[in-house]
């Protein structure tokens, strides 16, 4: 499964579409809908940190799992998801 945090962005549902259409399995919650121990507990495969409005350090739970997770599981930031992976790693 693929966790997909939205970042109150509707080009996020683009992304869930196109990915849904290849055939994966998704899971979207908005980056202020969920915890890092709900994350734990989907064991999702990948995350995608989705497109948005702002600034990364304004991306509720995005730059938290990305701290997290990064050394886990793979995740592919989108816009401001590319944008807070640069951030937490110091770009």
């Excluded at 509707?10 to 919650?29: C, I, M």
């Excluded at 121990?37 to 995005?62: D, Q, R, T």
Aim: hydrophobic share 40%; with cysteine.
């Amino acid at each position: 499964m693929i966790l997909v945090i939205d970042n109150y962005d509707s080009f996020t549902y683009n992304l869930v579409q196109y990915l849904g259409e290849l055939g994966a399995e998704l899971t979207v919650f908005r980056n202020d809908k969920i915890d890092l121990a709900g994350i734990e507990k989907l064991h999702p495969e990948k995350i995608i940190i989705s497109p948005g409005p702002g600034y990364p350090s304004g991306s509720g739970i995005s730059e938290p799992v990305i701290r997290t997770f990064a050394n886990r599981i793979p995740i592919l930031g989108v816009c401001l998801g590319h944008q807070a992976i640069a951030e937490v790693f110091g770009g």
